[in-house]
């Protein structure tokens, strides 16, 4: 009993050959398929080049867009002393004037008419068919004076100027240091081609950050801070 059924499990038994060929080819094949899953990855370092791409091409995107909106300006005149001053740092608001009209009493910041290369900082003080005329120190907006709430270095008391009529898409504009700007007293009315915006924050020097004053400016009557 015990002599026939050992014969029997040596007759059908595999050849260990056998079971060792079978053995390896499926150690072969796994091997294999593991490699291909390998060789589908992408290597590490394409992945950090990728993301480095991504995030380069992210932040030039938003860059452009803020520019488009906002743009930091650095005071280099003293035009508009004693309320702005040389060396300080604003951010313009380049939308302001998309969306809407300038205001009499409003900081702009527009280029140059005599040379777009460089850009001054005024107040507008007169708007399309305004008449304006300075009598000794006051401005004269259509025959009414103009009050002016905010600081200024004022003109000497024999200062004439005018009458001057604002002509459409254009403006007036004058620093507040009366004496020693460049404005439209000399380079004559603005184009609203030129603007660039509306002054809107100062950052520098950072004792001095805060939103930009502007006034709401009408001949004849009480000038009062712009919302």
């Known amino acids: 009993m015990t002599e026939t059924t ?10 260990a050959e056998y079971v060792l060929s079978r053995e390896s080819g499926a150690a072969t094949v796994a091997n294999a398929g593991e490699a291909d899953r390998v060789g589908d990855e992408p290597s590490m370092t394409w992945l950090l080049l990728r ?5 380069v091409v992210l932040s030039l995107v938003i860059f452009l867009l803020i520019r488009q909106v906002v743009q930091n300006y650095r005071i280099e005149s003293h035009s508009m002393e004693p309320n702005f001053y040389e060396g300080q740092f604003i951010l313009v608001n380049k939308l302001a004037y998309k969306l809407g009209a300038p205001q009499r009493g409003d900081v702009i910041v527009f280029h140059n008419p005599n040379n777009t290369d460089e850009d001054y900082i005024k107040r507008v003080i007169g708007l399309p068919g305004d008449t304006v ?20 270095n004022e003109m000497r008391p ?19 240091n009366r004496p020693n700007s460049k404005d439209s007293r000399s380079f004559g009315e603005l184009s609203s081609a030129l603007i660039v915006g509306k002054a ?28």
């Open 51 to 55: 993301e480095l791409v991504e995030t």
């Open 133 to 152: 005329e300075i009598l000794n120190q006051s401005v004269l907006i259509n025959g009414e004076v103009l009050t002016e709430p905010y600081d200024m």
């Open 6 to 15: 050992e014969n029997a499990r040596e007759e059908f038994a595999l050849p």
């Open 158 to 176: 024999d200062t004439y100027f005018g009458p001057y009529l604002v002509t459409p898409d254009h403006l007036f504009v004058m620093g507040d």
């Open 200 to 227: 809107w924050v100062r950052v520098w020097p950072i004792t001095e950050f805060g939103r930009v004053m502007h006034y709401q400016l009408e001949p004849g009557a009480t000038a009062q801070a712009a919302p």
